[in-house]
């Protein structure tokens, strides 16, 4: 916030301190504070007031500014994929009588012939004589491949790191949680290695490793809130072995991290680009490869519509969420 | 002395594996059980991680790699530390080589470190309307910020050129206000066209800043919502109730509560930005470290260089990231 506040705060009546946690602390329980200084005046200053009154319009105001930042645009991409053209201020909605127009969104999937290069999702699959694009279908399945490799792995980590301790214990569930590698760094590493490996296979692989964090986090904060210890040790004494202990009675309880967290892994996954962009060499291309190629090469609108595919797919996502009792993509303040 | 010691230390390595194979005591079997939980993520760690990584340092100090890996040699990092070292202000003039690492590794850090701080400050704010007011639609607010996390890169961009772009919103607002366009050009005369170029604004060095913003805000912004639901709100009444304002209370109680949060989420956006690639290959502003990384490679295929970059831009990441988590002790994990 303002400068001035803060000099202004920190010099008046020469009471560092007067308010730190520590004295503060003691008041409740206490009666009089043991306060070393004197106490601050009553009177804040003719400063102190404008900062009192104007401190929280202000950061409301920048909640508002940033959020309209971050969402104006994808509201106007969504919007603009159905114009059919933004030539004005404005894109153009109406025209010929035409509310709305599908053109762009049956270009970005491929689904119409376009004049030029084919820069549609190449081709589409029928399944029941509905078209699915291939490089949507492929793609969420290699997405789906990279979750189906992280179930496997972070489940047991995240068990292994908040049910037992053990020597190394905070190092591994660092390395678990903390994205270490760059997906560039780490798409260059992968290729020079595996340069016979299919693009398909490597992909799976990266996602599973750049998106494990996600997971492991999901499943442990499930786990933390369980008394694993006493749960476990109830069904053992009720005769149940170990791993039967772990797959009836722990993993049921901990489903709600474990399908929120399949779900944040899934979809970043599916627009996975840095080491998608360095990795892939042949076959059907990633989604985020065909966003590039939209956003790089196509006209706006086509572009528009290609992005609001992955906005309709976050969108989706972000309900399933919010049915779990996650509000979106909060975890993925950790990367 | 030293054989008996080795048949010792041999003994005792087959005994404790006899002892996870087969295991007697609880004690043994729940060692085996920690063993069998970690070995799906360390095998994944091993085949995706550690073995490539070992083979790009291979690689940047191999005379032959188009083939198979074979030879030694330094030209890769020689060549990237002397470039380096020719960026260095006073001591560059007696290096004889291009700076364009020592350039782009400059650009990378200092980018990343205002954008860093900007990305901070603003999930600072957000993070404390949040937690203290008692906003509107708070629950639809924490799903509309979170949104952007699950945008790559690329899309990032594409924002920023839904913004600034030729045709962007706001340019078109201020083409609009400066009366050169018509928002309703069919009813008005005045219906001047503008072009559909996709990048104005958006190659500048700010464009691009707002571009790397709009990623790592919302990051901050939920890294420190952690930390700040568990500060003491008792405090924070106690310090209002004794007549501090509430810049004052922010100052002298929240601020220190929340110390050690900001140090955690100030180290992992910064990575993030270090990170950043699909951005900067769309708006083109700046060259940082990845974006040169992938010239390297897109264009020359001189891999012993690339291979040595991307060896120092690991070794960079991983040392500040750990040495820094180690010096503050912050929570890692959000």
């Known amino acids: 916030m303002s400068d001035g506040a803060a000099s202004e705060a920190g010099t008046e009546d020469g009471t560092p301190g007067a308010a730190s946690p520590d004295d503060t602390d003691a008041v409740p329980d206490g009666g009089l504070p043991a306060m070393g200084g004197t106490v601050p005046a009553r009177d804040p200053g003719r400063l102190g007031r404008v900062t009192a009154r104007l401190g929280r319009p202000l950061v409301v105001g920048t909640v508002l500014v940033t959020v309209v930042f971050l969402i104006l645009p994808v509201v106007a991409t969504f919007a603009a994929s159905f114009a059919h053209d933004w030539t004005g201020v404005l894109p153009t909605f109406v025209r010929d009588g035409e509310l709305f127009t599908l053109t762009n969104w049956k270009q970005a999937l491929g689904l119409t012939e376009t004049v030029g290069a084919q820069r549609g999702l190449g081709g589409a699959w029928r399944v029941f004589g509905i078209p699915i694009p291939v490089t949507i279908g492929f793609s969420m399945g290699l997405a789906l491949g990279g979750v189906f490799i992280n179930l496997l792995v972070g489940i047991p980590i995240a068990y292994a790191v908040t049910r037992y301790d053990f020597y190394g214990r905070g190092w591994l569930n660092t390395f678990a949680v903390l994205p270490i590698v760059p997906g560039i760094i780490l798409g260059v590493a992968f290729l020079k290695t595996y340069s016979n490996l299919p693009s398909a296979v490597g992909l799976m692989i990266g996602y599973s490793l750049l998106k494990a964090p996600y997971m492991v986090l999901a499943v442990q904060s499930s786990f933390e809130s369980m008394d694993l210890r006493q749960m476990e040790e109830s069904a053992r004494s009720l005769g149940a072995s170990w791993p039967r202990t772990f797959f009836t009675v722990v993993l049921p309880n901990a489903k709600t991290g474990i399908v929120s967290g399949a779900i944040v892994c899934w979809t970043l996954a599916a627009a996975e680009f840095n080491f998608s962009y360095i990795v892939y060499s042949s076959g059907p291309k990633p989604f985020s490869l065909f966003l590039f190629e939209n956003i790089s090469n196509n006209p706006f609108l086509r572009a528009s519509a290609a992005i609001s595919i992955y906005f309709a797919i976050v969108v989706v996502v972000t309900a399933l969420l919010q049915a779990l009792g996650q509000r979106g993509f909060e975890l993925g303040g950790t990367r | ?334």
């Not at chain 2, 560059?92 to 650009?107: H, L, Q, T």
């Open chain 2, 1 to 334: 002395m030293s054989t008996l010691d080795e048949v010792s230390l041999l003994g005792r390595v087959r005994a404790e594996t006899a002892a996870l194979v087969s295991p007697t005591t609880e004690h043994d079997r729940e060692r085996r059980r920690i063993l069998a939980l970690a070995l799906p993520f360390v095998a994944l760690a091993v085949f995706g991680a550690v073995v490539p990584l070992v083979v790009m340092f291979r690689i940047s100090v191999a005379e032959e790699y188009l083939r198979s890996v074979g030879g030694f040699q330094l030209d890769g990092w020689v060549g990237l530390c002397s470039s380096i070292l020719a960026f260095v202000p006073a001591v560059g003039s007696a290096f004889d080589a291009n700076p364009v690492y020592g350039e782009v590794i400059w650009n990378s850090l200092w980018f990343g470190a205002v954008t860093t701080v900007a990305s901070v400050a603003l999930g600072i704010v957000i993070a404390h309307a949040l937690e203290k007011y008692d906003l509107p639609g708070e629950g639809l607010l924490v799903t509309l910020i979170s949104f952007p996390i699950s945008l790559p890169g690329i899309v990032a961009a594409f924002m920023m050129i839904v913004w600034f772009g030729k045709t962007g919103l706001l340019t078109n607002f201020f083409v609009w206000l400066a009366g050169e366009a018509s928002v309703f050009p069919q009813l008005t005369a005045n219906d001047v066209k503008l072009t559909g170029q996709p990048a104005g604004t958006t190659l500048a060095i700010v464009g691009l800043f707002l571009g790397y913003l709009y990623s790592m805000v919302p990051r901050a912004t939920f890294l420190l919502r952690g930390t700040y639901a568990e500060i003491n709100t008792d405090a924070e009444a106690a310090a209002r109730a004794l007549g501090a304002t509430p810049w004052q209370t922010f100052r002298y109680v929240t601020l220190p509560q929340i110390r050690p949060g900001i140090v955690g989420a100030v180290i992992l956006t910064f990575r993030t930005a270090l990170a950043i690639f699909g951005t900067v290959l769309v708006l083109k502003a700046l060259s940082v470290v990845t974006f040169r990384f992938n010239q390297v490679l897109k264009v020359g295929y001189d891999l012993p260089t690339a291979s040595a970059l991307a060896g120092l831009f690991f070794f960079f990441t991983v040392g500040f990231t750990f040495l820094s988590l180690r010096f503050t002790s912050a929570e890692v994990t959000g």
